[in-house]
């Protein structure tokens, strides 16, 4: 069986694929990744941008926040204590306390916080999920008409990538 007209046998494309995921140290060394690295701690620092969906008047509204903070990082996952200032335009203004934890190898990630709107004079808590920078995050705000609130925002991780471009290694 040979290669004709540039084509590639599929045997000979499935081979190379499985050799990729075998133990053969060529092969296997880049797509390992060690879970034993200590965290080693860096400036957590976030800008985030995006829309905001309030329940109480089916609107979006533009929302922008930054944040800093501690983050530790092993070269596989990241977790993030930050604090931070949110304001969702015409509408609220917002301090939040939140925890998040991120996956390098494949982009996907949880955050969870705490929050006191400045302009309701109440508490609030949020959960969200993201892949790379893109989250979606469910707010609910415990004045009295209960208001709940839909979240998509970019977030631009600052602080990481100050810290993968002036380190290497965890």
Partial sequence: MGVTKGHWPLPAVVAMFASMGSLHPA???????????????????NLDGGLALESRDTQFRWLGAASAGLGLFN????????VGLRDILGERHELTLA?????????????????????????GAGAGLSFSIL?????????????TCLLIFLRVPVGLIVRSVTRHGP
């Fill in 27 to 45: 092969f296997a060394q880049p797509l390992r990744m060690e879970l034993s690295r200590p965290y080693a701690p860096f400036v957590a620092g």
């Fill in 75 to 82: 070269g596989n996952h990241v977790w993030e204590f930050t």
């Fill in 99 to 123: 925890l998040a934890r991120l996956g390098v190898e494949n982009g996907l990630g949880f955050h969870a916080e705490g929050l006191w709107s400045f302009s309701d004079a109440a508490v």
């Fill in 135 to 147: 989250n979606a995050e469910g707010v609910v705000l415990f004045d009295p008409s209960r208001t």
